[in-house]
């Protein structure tokens, strides 16, 4: 009687594990892939920023205002990493923010204030799939911490991926200390 009790506990035992190990596998599997797909976004977004950036550094050569850095063609995306890459490009926001703001004097034509209004709607979704990427890595990272998720990401070779960091994250934890 106490091998039927013995064999029905140990059984219960080792479902209860493969229920939370098919768990842990399907959680890992649903948050892969919403990592992977705000990557491809923010990888689309951010060769689309270089586009808009081109031509909005292009048109301002035209006009013969200086744009303070490096030549943007110079950049090549193929090898640096989405982190790299939005960074380099990130240097380019404020001294064309600056360049609307305190040149009054230079005259856009409209296609040019509608690359100015097309580069803020794309550092708005870069920003909005930057978000996303960060709150389903966060979860990630945990999630590969804890078992039975652990022992999965081990065998599969899984590592604890990297954020994006804002500016004003950055200065929130300048602050904070």
Not at 59 to 79: A, G, P, Q, R, Y
Not at 153 to 173: C, L, P
Request: glycine fraction near 2%; aromatic fraction near 10%; include cysteine.
């Amino acid at each position: 009687m106490w091998i039927y009790i013995t064999l029905g506990a140990v059984l219960v035992v080792f479902l209860i594990l493969f229920i939370m190990y098919v768990n842990a596998k399907n959680k890992l599997r649903s948050i892969r892939l919403k990592i992977n797909t705000a990557e491809d976004s923010i990888e689309s977004l951010l060769l689309e920023k270089k586009d808009k950036l081109m031509d909005i550094c292009s048109f301002l050569k035209k006009k013969k205002v200086e744009v303070s850095l490096d030549d943007i063609t110079l950049l090549d995306e193929k090898t640096l990493n989405n982190f790299e890459f939005n960074e380099e490009l990130s240097k380019y926001d404020q001294p064309i923010s600056e360049i609307i703001n305190f040149n009054k004097d230079i005259e856009f034509k409209e296609n040019e204030l509608n690359a100015f209004d097309a580069l803020e709607t794309i550092n708005i979704d870069l920003l909005a799939s930057q978000k996303y990427y960060n709150d389903n890595t966060i979860k990630y990272n945990k999630l590969i911490s804890t078992f039975p998720a652990s022992i999965i990401a081990k065998s599969k070779h899984y590592k604890i991926k990297g954020t994006y960091t804002s500016k004003k994250e950055e200065i929130f934890e300048i602050l904070k200390k």
